[in-house]
């Protein structure tokens, strides 16, 4: 398990506009209803970064609230 302070925990401007993507992609295909949105947001990160624990800030620009 990595930390927070490991360089994969970093998410880059570029990561974050890719996640937010992925994200808009899935809600737009109707792949994911809104009361998973928040799960999905974190399973991208953990995806990415392969952190279990992801920042609410990320998670919130992701779902774009």
Known sequence: MQD??????FISALDL???RNAFRSSVAEGL?????W???AKDLVREL???VDA????????IGR
């Open 4 to 9: 927070d302070t490991s360089p994969d925990a």
């Open 55 to 62: 920042d609410e800030t990320i998670i919130s620009k992701i």
């Open 49 to 51: 970064t392969g952190r």
């Open 17 to 19: 506009d890719i996640l």
């Open 38 to 40: 928040i799960q999905h």
């Open 32 to 36: 994911i209803g809104e009361s998973h």
